[in-house]
Structures are given as structure tokens and as C-alpha cells.
């Protein structure tokens, strides 16, 4: 004798049905409205379809259940709004970037800088040569400076959990909320303005690693708490010292933990543009010397586009964008597959 | 298989006096000499339980009820009358499906992602799993205590208890003399009359209990399902509690889930005895309590009471 | 000889001082982490430093009214030239620009962002709901040039048009009027634009929050026979509350610094602006941004005391509202 499971509690077909027929009438009632008034376009039909579509499917409930319904509904109207509030700009950008990022791009882009043209020349010349080169640079230069500062602070709160580990801790989230264009000012006022030094990419990299290290510090600082303490334990029962014990033992365990903080921490900075106009320069010419002269990065090249305003040059900074989306999504994509592939040891 | 049926018909011709037919049978010598001396407990408590009050009906009847957690087919056919009026008790070794069957019947287990069910629940002849059923005015009618006392510490001892007609907006005349009912039903009146503004957090464990059972006699329910509501409590409370099942019966019907079956033959009337071995829980046996624990029909029944397993 | 007559010891035990000297290797070890660990405190302290000290003349000489003055004149040209008038430097009016488009951005991002949060812990699918967490993360990570962008080219039409009708059928209340129909590149359209910057903060914050409300307490309520509504009002939303005040001074902080995508959809202009749909103002970051270009070093100076007051004002945020969601979680209520 085989029974069928069944889930009584979902919404039955009529119900769905009615359901359907009353955002349908919804729809329609707001056109009318907007056909017949002064409202233009799709903004207010959908505005209004989607308050005649709660309010309508509200009633209902209320009608069929009583008022505790007619609230429960309409909680559910706001939720769906809610969300669907928010996927509508995320979906507007991301196809605005796909959409507009690959007009500039051509076969000569990857190869020439903008030395040789202004960003309103036609798009078929000059390039995002210079950029890319400055942002590696830049990029490796953080990587230097804040992962062995970020996961040593984060070695400091969860292994030594030295004295003022709770000031540190709520430092490091401070430091996190840093406005972008702080930390480059200061790069600017410390070592640049007053001291006969010009801009430099390295500059540049000393800026975004002010807001890369809080990232890795606090990603890593909860990687790091994952690791059981029984594995600590065993290292030290074999008479390791701590810091064999943390090098041979711990840090292998949160390995793939610690590069999704990493990768994240590179996320963070590798689309920062505010901090980068106080400290590169933003050269248009390919430099290679990270430590001397002014030097190009993505973020400023599309800056520079913008500030630009021509529409060749408005072509150029989507393309800019596009390319740096690539990066980011890449970036995540590798977080994310890390970090569900870890094995918990 | 039979032998539940026979259980069912026999409490199917029972109604709410049989209290006193127990009782004499007893005084007869009735009982056999294998069976455990949970018979007497069940006994001289159905004994001191009279039945002179009118139960408002409960009609609350399991037919055929089948559960599953995604795949996992949890509890199988399923079928029970639960007495107007009475104290039935759910008994079984853990993981027999007593606390899923239980959840079947208010509704709380299509709360389980994956949560599937088969069957009919019926209270008063209508099935709260009917298509167009408010199943918030189900819930209302059929009550649930918890194994681990869960008042909103939010709230105060007062507010925890009207906290049920605030969260289903139900219309009370006397606010006041509703509170002083329930607390005083559950027993906790006098503990607690001079303290209603302190926060519900600050009792002991069986005081916070009698607190959540006064809160689900406020929205006035026929049936209360109690699952293991002791089983995190000290024998104090505990004995508490079982007094305040014995009033609550008078007006109600209780189910209880409990692992522990001296409790079951003190608190209550009916039995039922639920067992999985290996695949989906089943009903066993359903018996009255006496009979249960002294002449159970059925061979895994008799283990069960007499201990030698579970 | 009995056993009375023996002396017997005082055998109370005392207990030992342990001592574990650290090997050298340790000590190092221990010296270095804490090197790296005091990294943020010492950064942190060279920030505020160095920011004061470089614009320590003009605080000095402006006093408080750097930050309540509303006028910001530099005497000397950037050619290096001396202007006619006396140099004044005071941030307020970009002061009331950071606060106007900062809350702008909270009136319309935290009713998204609480209302997407209960959709995802209370209504979504699990594997919506997962999907949906990543697609939030990422949006974090969205760089804010591509915001300004995306800003000025996509929403910057729409947000007119909303503009105009709020100016039309509202314009009787005081901030929606204009005195001239310029309604481009207003603080209306940056608020806009950070509301969608700080959503995905303050949604990631508040769906947490939600998704730990005690499952006890839930089932309570719902046995009690209360509708979805009724438990989310008197069970999750009063147990997260204060975590999402927290999340929404975050993105507060967050909106007060932002600089590029402000700089790239509002028209700055030194000037308190209330009237939001009018296209002027500006906040202190992107005045910042504005200014350093053709700056002369007195100016320098006056834009690095601009940065500190900036620094103070979004750290003092941030601290706080880090100090709020840390509340929620330590409840235990």
C-alpha cells in the first residue's frame, strides 16, 4: 500500500489562480491610469501596478481570512517589493556595464596606452595598456604590505590574544570604515605633500593597502577561529613551540580560508578610485617603475574618461568598468569555490 | 494490526465515566500477575480523578496519518480518537515519531523544510489540513507546550500571558480577570500575583512552564498538546505540572508525549503506544492506561511497559 | 611512642607559581605578531596625526568656525597669485551636504534593505535565498566609480523624472522646492545613488540578524496560532532591532565618505542646500576631490583639516554603530 506525501499547506491551484487574476487586473487597472493621465512612461506603471497589486492581493486575503490575513499579505507584498528593489539597480548595472563595456574595446585596446591620443579621440585609438600594468602594480605592492599585516593581526586576536586584543578587534573595525579618500590623503600629507616627492604608483599602493589589511585582518581573524582548538593542542602535546605550532599547523589548516580573505582584500581595493587621485597621478603614458613618476591605473583611467565627458570618451570608461567587473567577478567567483570546497579537517 | 483495532473499538464505546468501571475491575482483582506495577499507579490515579464536569468537545481524531521529512518516512497510518475530555498519553522509545505525530496535529510540522503528510486530522468531523483552512484559527483551537519552556523574555509575566491574544489580535472583555484565570489554572496565581510586571525570564524552569501553560490557556483552546513538558524540569515542578494536567483535563483534552511512563500511568486516561523499528513509527497499541500497563495486547507493548526494552 | 607525639608539618598546601619562560624563537614570534597586531592602532594614529598637523594653521586660525562656517575662499589664485579677498575656510555647508544626501540615501535604503532582509530569512526558498545572498556580497563589492556611472548615464533620467513629479505635486513642503527648474545632478539623485551603494551592507547585516532570532521563541508565537506577520512584529523585529540600527549607521558611514560617485552625479557647488531636488550641493569628500586639483598650499592645508573633520565624523560613526550590532549579538536575551 503506497501513500502519497503531499504538502496541503502550499497554495492550491485556485489559489494560485485568483492570485494571478487580480495582479493581471492589477496591471491593467494601472495602465489605464497611466494612459488616461499625465503620467508617462514605464516608471509610474510600474509604481503603480505594484501598489494595486499588494493592495489588491491584501484585500483578498482579508476578505477570505479576516484583517490578521489582509496584514500578513500585505507584509508579503512589502517583502517582495523589498527584494525585488533591490535585484532591479544590481541588474540595471550589470547590464548597462555588458551593454556599454565592449564598444571601446578593440583589438589594439590591451596593447597601447593613451600617451598618443586624448580620451575624446576616436575609439580605435590608444588603450588601457598603462592601466592594467599600474594596477597589477599596485595590486602586488598592497599584497606585500597587507597580507603578512592583516593575518599577523589576526594572528595577534586569535593565537597570542595579547593584551588589548579587544581594542585591537574594534579597532580593525573602525579602520574598516574608513572613508576611501581618507587613506589617501593621508599617503598625500605623510609622504608626499611637503617633502619633495612626486606621485608614484607606489604611493598608490601604500593607500589601498590602509584599506585592504582591515579586510584580510577580520576575514582571517574568523577563518582562524574555525580552526579547532584541539589541533592546537595537538601540536603543542608534541612539545612544538607556539610559534611551530601556528606555522606548521594552524595556518595550513585555514589555508584556503586565508586566500578567499586575500582574494576578497583584493576585491576591496582593485576598484577604489578616490584614494589613487591623491597618491598616482594617473599618467596616460605605460610606466613600469612603480616606485617613480606618476603612473596609470584602471580606476583613474576611467576617471579621466568621465571627467572627460565626450562620448567617446563615456565609451571608454564603461569599457574601463567592464574590465574591472570581469576582475571582481573572477576575484569572487574563486572565493566562492574556495570556500565551499574546503574540506573541515 | 488487529490489535489496535481492537484497542480502538473498545475505546471507541468508552465515553467519560469509564474512570469508575476501571476502578471497580480493579477492585476485582482483575490484573494479571506479569504486569507491571505502572497498572497500579494507573490505577489509584484514575481513581482520584472524577469526571463530574462537562469537557467541552475537543472531537479531535488522527485517521491515516502518514509524515515524512523529505524523504525520510517518519511516522506511517496513524490513526487515533482522542477521547473528549481525557489525558492521553504518546509512549514510546526515542525516535518512534511520538513528538512528529504530535506536531502533525497542530500544524507545526509543515514549519520542517522538506515537511510532506498524508492523511487527515480531524476536529469537530472537519480536517485542519482542508484547502482553504485558516490555519492560524487552527492553532488557536489546538494549543502546544513545549519540551524546553520558552516564555518571550521580552515581555513580562503578564504580557507573556495575554501574549497570545496580542500576536492573534482576539478581542477580550476583561483583560485582567482573563490573566488571573489562566495563571490561576496552571497554578502559577499565587507565586507570581504580586511579581506580573517582572520580565517572564526571571522564574525558575518549572515556574517559566507553568507560565507558557497558562499563556496557551489564554486563547482559550479545546485540545493542549504538551510535549515532554517535564522532561527539563525537576521532580518538584514536575509534580507541579502533572496537578495542573489533572485540573486542565477537566475542561480539555490533553495529548502528552513523554519518555517517562511512571508520568504516563499518573497523568493519564488513555495510551497509546508507538514504536518504529527501523522504518516509519507506527501505532501499536491505544488502550486505556490501566490496561496498557497491566494486560497490553500486544507482545512488543508488553516489553516495552515491563522494561525490557526502550 | 604514640602518634600524637609526632610533629606533625603544617601540611596546608600553597600553591605553586607556575613559570613557563618562552623560548627565544617564542618571544620573537610573540614580538612580531604583535608588531603586525598593533599595525591598525599605529596606522589609525598616523591618519589622525598627520591629518591634524598639516592643517593645524588653518584650524588654528578659522576655530570653530572650520566646522559651522559656510563660506570657503581661498585668497591666493591657483596660479600662485594673491586674490583679492581674505582666505576663509569653513566646511559647514558641505558638512549639511554630507548629512542631507547621507540620509536621503537611509530614507530610501533602509526600507529596501529591511524589507529584502525579512524576504530572504522569513519568505525566500533556500536555494533563492543562497543565490540571493551571493548576488548581496557581490553587490558590495561593486567598485563606486561604477556606481557614478551607472548614476549619471542610467538613473539620472529616471530620478528627474521622479524629480519633477515630487516638485509638481509636492512642492508645497519646503525641501521639495526649486527655486530655478534645474533639476540635474541634485542631492536628490545622490542620495539615490548611495541608497543603492549602502543596501547591500545594511540587507547582508539585518538578514543575519533575522536568521538568528531564537527558534524557540518562533515557534512559540506560531503556536500560539499567530500569522507570519504577527511573529515577524512581536518576535524577530524587536529581537533585531537594534542590530539593524547598527547595520544603518554602517551604511551611514559608508554614505558620508562616499566620494567619486558623489563627485560624479551631484553638480558641487559650495553651498548649503535643503532644497534636495534642486542640482547643487555637494558633500565634504567630493569637495575635497573638487578643490585639490588647482589647490595652493594654503588650500592644501585647509583640505587636509577638511580630511580630518571627515576622518572624526566617520570614524566616530562607524565606532558607534560597530558598538551597536556587537550589543545585539551579547543579548542573550
Known sequence: ?345 | MSDDMLGKKEENGMNATTAADTTNSIASGADQPHSSGLGAVAAASAAKRTRTEQPFGSGLEARNVHAWFGKYHAISDMSLDFPTGTVTALIGPSGCGKSTFLRTLNRMHEFIPGAAMAGEVLLHGKDIYAPGTDVTKIRLKIGMVFQKPNPFPSMTIGENVLAGIKLAQLKVSDKKELLEECLERAGLWNEVKDRLDQPGGSLSGGQQQRLCIARSLAVRPEVLLMDEPCSALDPGSTLKIEETIAELAKTMTVIIVTHNMQQAARVSDYTAFLLSDGGPGQLIEFAPTREIFTRPKDKRTENYVTGRFG | MTIADVERPNLAPTPRALVTKPRISDQIFRGIVALGGFSSLIILGLIAAYLFFRGYSILRSEGLSFITGYEWVSSINSDGTAGSEKSVYGVGAMLIGTLVTALIALVFGVPVAVFAALYLTFFAPVRIRNFLVSVVDLMAAFPSILFGLWGLYVLMEPGMYVAELLNKYLGWIPIFAVPVPVFLRSPFIAGLVLSVMIIPIITAISREIFAQTPLDRIQAAYALGASKWAMIKNVAFPYSYSGIVGGAMLGLGRAMGETVAVFTVLNILYQANFKILLGAGGNLASHIILKFGEASEEEIKALMAAGFVLFLLTLGVNMMANLIVSRTGRRGR
Not at chain 1, 595579547?162 to 573595525?173: D, K, T
Not at chain 1, 613551540?241 to 586565508?258: F, H, R, Y
Request: a positive charge; aromatic letters at 8%.
Open chain 1, 1 to 345: 500500500m503506497t501513500v502519497t506525501p503531499i504538502k496541503p499547506w502550499r497554495a492550491t491551484k485556485r489559489d494560485i489562480l485568483t492570485q494571478l487574476i487580480v495582479i493581471f487586473l492589477s496591471l491593467v487597472a494601472a495602465y489605464l491610469i497611466v494612459a488616461n493621465t499625465g503620467f508617462e512612461g514605464r516608471l509610474p506603471l510600474v509604481a503603480f501596478f505594484g501598489v494595486f497589486s499588494i493592495c489588491a492581493l491584501a484585500l483578498i486575503s482579508g476578505l477570505q481570512r479576516g484583517k490578521e490575513a489582509a496584514k500578513d499579505s500585505f507584509l508579503a507584498g512589502a517583502a517582495y517589493v523589498g527584494v525585488f528593489a533591490l535585484l532591479l539597480p544590481v541588474v540595471s548595472i550589470l547590464w548597462t556595464v555588458v551593454s556599454r563595456g565592449t564598444a571601446a574595446i578593440y583589438s589594439g585596446f590591451f596593447t597601447t596606452d593613451m600617451s598618443q591620443d586624448p580620451f575624446s579621440s576616436p575609439l580605435t585609438d590608444g588603450g588601457i595598456k598603462h592601466a592594467l600594468i599600474g594596477t597589477l602594480w599596485l595590486i602586488t605592492i598592497a599584497l606585500i604590505i597587507s597580507v603578512p599585516l592583516g593575518i599577523l593581526t589576526a594572528l595577534y586576536l586569535t593565537e597570542t590574544k595579547g593584551p588589548g586584543s579587544g581594542l585591537i578587534r574594534f579597532l580593525v573595525q573602525a579602520m574598516s570604515g574608513i572613508p576611501s579618500i581618507v587613506a589617501g590623503l593621508f599617503i598625500y600629507s605623510a609622504l608626499i605633500s611637503g617633502t619633495g616627492r612626486g606621485f608614484s604608483g607606489f604611493m598608490g599602493a601604500l593607500a589601498l593597502s590602509i584599506l585592504m589589511i582591515p579586510t584580510v585582518a577580520r576575514t582571517a581573524e574568523e577563518v582562524l577561529k574555525l580552526v579547532p582548538p584541539d589541533l592546537r593542542e595537538a601540536g603543542l602535546a608534541l612539545g612544538a613551540t607556539q610559534w611551530k605550532t601556528v606555522a606548521l599547523v594552524v595556518l595550513p589548516a585555514a589555508k584556503s580560508g586565508l586566500v578567499t580573505a586575500v582574494i576578497l582584500g583584493v576585491a576591496r581595493i582593485a576598484g577604489e578610485t578616490a584614494p589613487l587621485l591623491f597618491t598616482t597621478g594617473g599618467a596616460d603614458a605605460t610606466n613600469l617603475n612603480p616606485m617613480d613618476d606618476n603612473m596609470g591605473t584602471i580606476p583613474f583611467y576611467i576617471w579621466k574618461a568621465l571627467i572627460d565627458g565626450s562620448p567617446e570618451a563615456a565609451s571608454r570608461a564603461w569599457a574601463g568598468i567592464f574590465i574591472l567587473m570581469l576582475a571582481v567577478l573572477a576575484l569572487f567567483g574563486t572565493a566562492r569555490y574556495l570556500s565551499r570546497s574546503r574540506t573541515v579537517r
